[in-house]
C-alpha cells in the first residue's frame, strides 16, 4: 500500500508515516515501541508480517548478489542485487516463472506458476534495500523489473508495486530511477504504459517478424503494431524507449538483421536507444555472439546515427545475468 492507502487503513496518514519511518530505520513495526501504542494496536489490529524471506544467496566475482526469496506458499523467485559505479541496482522478479517462452531464456524452462502481488514486488526492493546497507554497498537507487517474469502479464500488480516504490513518504524512488522491461506484449497494454512515469525497455532481439516468433513463440502481434504503440508512448510522454537485443551467434547478429533493425527504428527519431547483450549461456543450443560480430553490429547502428552501446553482463560467474533466474537458488 501507499503511505495514503496505509493511512485510510489505520486511521491518519501520521500513523502510515510512522510505520514506513520505522521501516526504513530498520525497525520492526509490529514490534513493541517502534510506533505510538494507538498506531501500534491499528497495525496490528488490521496487517500481519509477511513470513516470505531470504533464501540462499550467492556472490559472483563482479559483487553481483543473487538472493532467493522464498514466497509464503512456498514459491520461490529470485532477485539480483548488482552494485556497480557507487550504486546499486536491484533486479527483480514480476511472476514466478514467466508465460513468453522465449527460446534462449531459462525462467522460460518454469513456466508460469503464478504472478506476484505488489507487496511481493516491493518486498524484493526492500530487501535489497536491507541487504545493500548490511553488506556495505553503494546506496540502492535504481529498479529494474527484469528479472523472472513479464511485466505486462502482471501489469496491475506492477503499476500497484510502482506507486508504493515512489512514495515520497516511503522509498522515495524517482520514477526514471525504475525500468520496467517487456517483450511488449499487446498494442494495447503497450500503450497503457503511457500513465506509467518509469523508463521502458523494448526485449526486441530481432526486426524480422518470421524470426522473432521463434525467438518469442508466444507473440501474436506483427511487430509493426508493437513498435507503433511504442512509438505513440514515448511521443505522448516525451521520454526514452530503451530497445534491449540479446545477440545470438549464427541468429540475429549479422549486418544485415543490424540494418533492419536501423530501419525498423527510424519511427522512434531521437527518443530510441538501443543496449546489446551478447547471449549469456544457459540453454545449451544457443551461443552468445562473438566479439567481432557485436561490434560490427554495434558500428553498422552507431553509422545509421543510432546510440548504442554494449552491456556487459553482470553476475555470470552465479548464474546471476539476464536470462539465467530459474527460481531454483543456483
Ligand atoms: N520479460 C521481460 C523481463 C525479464 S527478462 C523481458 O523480456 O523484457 C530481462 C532481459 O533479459 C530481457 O531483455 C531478456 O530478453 C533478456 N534475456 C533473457 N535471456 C537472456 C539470455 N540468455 N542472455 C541475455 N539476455 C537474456
Known amino acids: 500500500m501507499t503511505v495514503a492507502e496505509l493511512g485510510e487503513m489505520l486511521g491518519g496518514s501520521g500513523r502510515a508515516k510512522q510505520v514506513w519511518r520505522a521501516l526504513l530505520r530498520g525497525d520492526d513495526p509490529f514490534a513493541p515501541g517502534a510506533l505510538s501504542e494507538r498506531a501500534r494496536l491499528k497495525l496490528v489490529g488490521r496487517c500481519r508480517p509477511t513470513s516470505a524471506a531470504l533464501g540462499k544467496q550467492t556472490v559472483a566475482d563482479d559483487g553481483t548478489l543473487k538472493a532467493l526469496v522464498e514466497l509464503e506458499d512456498g514459491n520461490a523467485i529470485e532477485m539480483v542485487v548488482i552494485p556497480k559505479n557507487g550504486r546499486t541496482t536491484v533486479c527483480v522478479s514480476t511472476q514466478v516463472g514467466c508465460k513468453r517462452a522465449c527460446s534462449f531464456c531459462v525462467t522460460a524452462l518454469v513456466g508460469l506458476r503464478r504472478s506476484l502481488s505488489a507487496a511481493e514486488i516491493v518486498f524484493q526492493v526492500e530487501l535489497a534495500r536491507r541487504m545493500s546497507q548490511e553488506r556495505k554497498m553503494p546506496p540502492l537507487r535504481n529498479v529494474v523489473f527484469m528479472g523472472m517474469g513479464e511485466p505486462l502479464d502482471n501489469l496491475d500488480a506492477v503499476k500497484q508495486g510502482v506507486a508504493v516504490l515512489c512514495d515520497q513518504n516511503g522509498l522515495s524512488i524517482p520514477p526514471r530511477h525504475i525500468t520496467l522491461s517487456t517483450v511488449g506484449t499487446t498494442p494495447t497494454k503497450i500503450w497503457s504504459l503511457k500513465d506509467l512515469p518509469v523508463s521502458v525497455a523494448w526485449s526486441l532481439h530481432t526486426a524480422d517478424d ?30 526514452l524507449l530503451f530497445v534491449e537485443m540479446a545477440l545470438i551467434a549464427g541468429i540475429n547478429d549479422d549486418i544485415q538483421s543490424a540494418e533492419k533493425l536501423a530501419d525498423f527504428l527510424v ?55 539476464c536470462g539465467q533466474l530459474a527460481g531454483l537458488g543456483t
Open 210 to 239: 518470421e524470426l522473432r516468433h521463434k525467438l518469442v513463440p508466444t507473440m501474436r502481434h506483427a511487430l509493426i503494431d508493437l513498435r507503433d504503440a511504442f512509438v505513440r508512448v514515448v511521443q505522448n510522454r516525451n521520454a
Open 267 to 321: 519511427p522512434f527519431g531521437d527518443n530510441v536507444r538501443i543496449n546489446l547483450l551478447p547471449l549469456n549461456p544457459g540453454r545449451g543450443d544457443l551461443a552468445p555472439s562473438q566479439p567481432e560480430s557485436v561490434g560490427a553490429y554495434r558500428q553498422t547502428l552507431i553509422e545509421r546515427g543510432y546510440f548504442c552501446i554494449l552491456r556487459q553482463p553482470r553476475g555470470l560467474g552465479a548464474n546471476a545475468a
